[in-house]
């Protein structure tokens, strides 16, 4: 079957009593068993029966074997956000006096992590510029325990070569690890572009519009000791499992995610290309669009849809606060790929807490707008941006 099909047929793991259609919600903490050795079998894993809804939930699990089954991954681990699955995922590969070759170019908390949380554990975080194999290969030595990078930095937009990125991993024994949530998994083949693993915030597309949190990591079961780490250490011991409710949610958002993504990447290529002849508009940031710089790149690891993130350049921090507050329909809001068009100002929100120097290093501009398309109609949501757009440069454009 396709991917799409995949996405909605999927077996039980049990025949559901009652043979419900969709996956019920297991609002349960404990199970029950009919004598002591298939308890025992339970809780040392000789056997697939949950024992205990903190690492193993019925409804959690068939979220896992869906995605699994889309993916073609060796495993799949649900967590409770977008972040725990990062974290799971980073501790679960590092350890003191290792360190993990990334980018400058990171989401907020990703940058802390690396940079914060790891290096009071011991974890050195070399930042280079991962479009630049060289830098790369440069910062590369017996110690690195991975290559960590997003496949499409937010919201930076930049898009590096995960294939050649792959080669140089593979040439030092190390993981490559992405985080690849800004073009969702059933778009293209992690295994195929050389990926190990994949983190996913599946708060994002695959929620079905913003129902609900949730992170993932797709193990293509390359590094079995790291696997194990994943399963038996940051499940167990870090507590980030996924909650049933949100793996319920998030099921249903599997069945329509092709749909929503479609038309939310086409109407972001729609809206891209308004904006860049929209007068007071200094640059658009979309791969979807022939003459962005990592356009080619995207386009041969992930296809030709170009995604729902859009970012745009005015002239000052000043024209975009007037422009955030002139919205009318787009929302004033953080999160990416809900069915609501969002907008957010990046550098006094997300970013607001780092210093000006930090911002400066990472390349969060003052100038830039980040916009999460939605699936309202396009021509109704870039009427919105434009008037706004209008508002907040007018002051620069007195009339005599």
């Not at 970012?311 to 002139?326: G, H, Q, V």
């Not at 907008?343 to 997300?350: D, K, Q, R, V």
Request: glycine letters at 6%; aromatic letters at 8%; one cysteine or more.
């Amino acid at each position: 079957m396709k991917k799409e099909s995949r996405a909605i047929n999927s077996p039980y793991q049990r025949r559901d009593v009652y043979d419900a259609l969709q996956m019920p919600v297991y609002h349960t903490l404990a199970y029950e068993f009919d004598d002591a050795d298939t308890m025992a079998d339970a809780f040392c894993g000789r056997s697939d029966a949950p024992d205990y809804s903190r690492v193993l939930n019925p409804t959690v699990t068939h979220f896992e074997q869906r995605v699994r089954e889309i993916t073609d991954a060796y495993e799949v681990s649900a967590f409770s956000s977008g972040m725990a699955a990062i974290s799971a995922m980073l501790f679960s590969t590092a350890s003191a006096g290792k360190n993990i070759v990334s980018s400058r170019h990171l989401f907020g908390n990703t940058f802390l992590l690396l940079t914060q949380t790891l290096k009071r554990f011991g974890v050195e975080a070399r930042l280079c510029d991962l479009t630049d194999i060289e830098d790369v290969k440069a910062n590369i030595d017996s110690d690195t325990c991975c290559i960590f990078l997003e496949s499409v930095t937010n919201p930076q937009m930049e898009v590096a070569d995960v294939r050649l990125l792959s080669g140089v991993a593979k040439e030092h024994g190390i993981p490559l690890i992405a985080d690849t949530t800004v073009v969702p998994f059933t778009q293209f083949d992690g295994r195929e572009t050389g990926l190990d693993f994949q983190v996913v915030s599946t708060t994002k597309y695959v929620s079905g519009g913003a129902t609900s949190l949730g992170g993932i990591i797709i193990d293509y079961g390359n590094f079995p000791a790291v696997s194990q780490l994943i399963k038996k250490d940051s499940v167990f011991n870090f507590g980030g499992y996924m909650t049933p409710h949100a793996a319920y949610m998030q099921t249903l958002g599997l069945e329509t995610l092709k749909v929503r993504y479609d038309r939310q990447s086409g109407s972001a290529l729609e809206i891209a290309r308004r904006l860049v002849s929209t007068p007071g508009v200094v640059k658009v940031g979309y791969p979807g669009l022939e003459d962005n710089p990592w356009h080619e790149t995207f386009k041969s690891l992930y296809g030709d849809q170009g995604g729902a993130m859009v970012t745009f350049d005015l002239p000052d921090a000043e024209c975009c606060r007037r422009f955030i507050n002139a919205l009318r329909m787009v929302h004033r809001a953080t999160n990416l790929f809900d069915n609501r068009s969002l907008a957010i100002h990046p550098a006094s929100t997300i970013f607001g807490p780092l210093s000006p120097e930090t911002r400066q290093y990472m390349d969060i501009a003052d100038t830039t707008i980040r916009l999460s398309i939605g699936l309202e109609d396009p021509g109704d949501i870039y009427d919105d941006l434009r008037q706004a757009i209008e508002k907040a440069v007018e002051p620069l454009n007195p009339v005599c």
